[in-house]
């Protein structure tokens, strides 16, 4: 029998506070979970920012044009002006751990050239990654990280060099090279064993959702979704006197569809005069 929409909410609410329960995420892994059976995908719409071209961000010429009798400067973007090639290469790495066990992300710098340590390899522990739970860090082209159990840093469970194309990696050993009406047997034998919790497979599929946005979102942007799925829209606008009672009210965090005001930044140079 498919989870009702309550269930998944008590589900949710076992690991998280209440002012981060999210309805929009409880209703979509709801409409997840009832469909996963037939194999039918989820349809919807979402928005995300399309960069402009970097031309845009200058405006180097002007023209004149009367308007109702009235003079007005038309700014123009320079389409001439290249993107220019960044010496820094650096990025952001993501890595998702969908074990069941908690797992050691290390970093992989091979081994020492020279010194006392000459030919010892020099490893760094980034942190610890709780079952179902992920962790980020900077990176560069061609850096290796690697995952340990927790209790034997000796024993390596699986290892990547990472890329900018590729930023993100998931860890998820029990349905490795499966597809998807394996992976759905397989688990619904695991919780039936007792092996898997019904919040650890909550909480797999949650991961899955957006692992399938991402994809999405690459293709649109040409970007990595790095964030969560799905994310509550700000919208932009007068929005002060909500954020302010939000914070008197001790909310302390963004709730679901707050209004924020959002400056609008389109070109270098521009100015906004505010009264205060």
Aim: net charge negative; hydrophobic share 30%; charged share 20%.
């Amino acid at each position: 029998e498919d989870p009702s929409l309550e269930q998944i909410r008590s589900i949710v609410g076992s690991y998280l506070p209440t002012s981060m329960i999210d309805r929009q995420h409880s209703c979509l892994l709801h409409q997840y979970a009832i469909n996963r059976s037939s194999g039918r995908s989820i349809r919807g719409t979402t928005r995300v920012y399309e960069r402009p071209h970097v031309s845009t961000y200058y405006r180097s010429r002007q023209r004149a044009s009367s308007s109702d009798n009235a003079l007005a400067v038309v700014v123009e973007p320079n389409y001439k002006i290249p993107p220019a090639s960044l010496t820094f290469t650096g990025y952001a790495a993501k890595f998702v751990n969908l074990s069941p066990k908690s797992v050691n992300l290390y970093w992989d710098g091979g081994r020492i050239p020279s010194g006392p340590r000459a030919g010892e390899m020099h490893t760094v522990l980034v942190g610890t990654i709780a079952s179902m739970e992920s962790i980020g860090t900077s990176s560069f082209p061609g850096h290796t990280f690697y995952l340990t159990p927790t209790y034997d840093k000796d024993h390596m469970l699986q290892r990547w060099t990472i890329t900018e194309d590729g930023p993100i990696s998931y860890y998820d050993p029990a349905f490795e090279d499966m597809s998807t009406d394996a992976q759905r047997t397989e688990m619904e034998r695991l919780v039936h064993d007792g092996k898997w919790t019904e919040e650890q497979r909550f909480r797999r599929e949650a991961w899955l959702v957006d692992r399938s946005f991402g994809r999405d979102y690459l293709i649109k942007t040409g970007r990595a979704w790095l964030a969560n799925f799905p994310q509550p829209y700000l919208r932009s606008g007068d929005a002060v006197r909500d954020a302010l009672s939000m914070f008197d009210n001790g909310a302390g965090a963004v709730q679901e569809g707050h209004a924020m005001h959002m400056w609008q930044a389109d070109y270098i140079g521009q100015t906004h005069d505010v009264n205060t």
